[in-house]
């Protein structure tokens, strides 16, 4: 099971659509995924037609009690989605308590990666939809993940945002057993507007080594899709925005058996 967690400290760039899109191109090409709503606000959970507000069952489970949750319990979490092969934990409002309640006591930064490494043999990816805040749930995601996406908005506040995410991304790097493998995602990129051109080319001069040589363009369609609750595949299979995630995730992937390469011969010559 490999983990991706999709995060940003700047909130409205494009994170639960990323995740959505990214998840359902997963499953089409016949992946077990899981998504799992880690943002109180429950985008991503309404996105699949579910309703946080009358959720008992959510990711906050996760957080209670003093142990790691069973595979039963952690396994009894998880919803149906309209697409075959795509599952979800969706969130509630309960999630937000986290943060306060958890704040400083051991451990509690680790429990979302405990958890995967419960489920591992249940699902092929596990993608981590994170709230734009920097707290628990996001070190947790940050913790968790075998790869991080970080969607930046084309445009000049938003690359402000990405100087605070680097900072958190350096001190969470500190604390990681292994390192963290970050991908800068361009998003709502619109060629014809002066903002996205000159913060891209802002991006391709500052983050070179961590950013996706292409683009997400700006696509209405994303929003009619959000809005049918499809995932973007489903509703416009060959539409721009789609052939862009398209692109990305087959980056992801060449990029996973890269490593995944790498370290066998590393294994294999040690
Ligand atoms: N490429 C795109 N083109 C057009 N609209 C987009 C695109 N990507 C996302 N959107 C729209 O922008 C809005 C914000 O996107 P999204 O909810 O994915 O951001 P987010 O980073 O998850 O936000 P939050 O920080 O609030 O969780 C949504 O209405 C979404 O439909
Ligand atoms: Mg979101």
Not at 12 to 18: F, H, L, N, Q
Not at 57 to 76: H, M, P, R, V, W
């Given at each position: 099971m490999r983990v991706?967690?999709?995060?940003?400290?700047?909130?409205?760039?494009?994170?639960?659509?990323?995740?959505?899109?990214?998840?359902?191109?997963?499953?089409?090409q016949g992946h077990k995924v899981l998504v799992i709503d880690l943002d109180p606000h429950g985008s991503l959970t309404s996105y699949f037609g579910?309703?946080?507000?009358?959720?008992?069952?959510?990711?906050?489970?996760?957080?209670?009690?003093?142990?790691?949750?069973?595979?039963?319990?952690?396994?009894?979490?998880?919803?149906?989605?309209?697409?075959?092969?795509?599952?979800l934990i969706p969130t509630s409002p309960a999630l937000?308590?986290?943060?306060?309640?958890?704040?400083?006591?051991?451990?509690?930064?680790?429990?979302?990666?405990?958890?995967?490494?419960?489920?591992?043999?249940e699902f092929d990816y596990v993608l981590l939809d994170c709230p734009p805040v920097l707290g628990v749930l996001m070190i947790n995601a940050l913790a968790a993940c075998e790869r991080l996406l970080v969607p930046v908005q084309t445009e000049f506040?938003?690359?402000?945002?990405?100087?605070?995410?680097?900072?958190?991304?350096?001190?969470?790097?500190?604390?990681?057993?292994?390192?963290?493998?970050?991908?800068?995602v361009p998003t709502m990129f619109d060629r014809r507007t002066q903002a996205s051109t000159s913060s891209l080319n802002t991006l391709r001069k500052q983050y070179a080594e961590n950013l996706w040589r292409s683009t997400i363009p700006v696509d209405t369609k994303l929003r009619d899709a959000s809005r049918l609750g499809k995932v973007p595949s489903q509703h416009d299979p060959d539409g721009r925005a789609v052939r862009a995630y398209r692109q990305l995730v087959n980056f992801i992937l060449s990029e996973d058996q890269k490593a995944l390469e790498k370290q066998t011969s590393e294994q294999l010559t040690a």
């Open positions: 991706w967690a999709v995060a940003n400290q700047k909130g409205g760039v494009g994170k639960t659509t990323s995740t959505v899109c990214l998840a359902g191109l997963l499953a089409e579910y309703d946080p507000d009358s959720l008992t069952s959510s990711t906050y489970q996760l957080f209670q009690g003093e142990e790691t949750a069973t595979k039963d319990s952690i396994l009894s979490l998880v919803v149906d989605t309209s697409v075959p092969g795509l599952s937000a308590t986290v943060e306060r309640q958890m704040t400083g006591k051991d451990g509690m930064g680790l429990r979302v990666g405990k958890a995967m490494n419960v489920i591992n043999a506040l938003a690359l402000k945002g990405l100087e605070r995410m680097t900072r958190t991304m350096q001190m969470i790097q500190k604390a990681r057993p292994q390192p963290l493998t970050f991908t800068i």
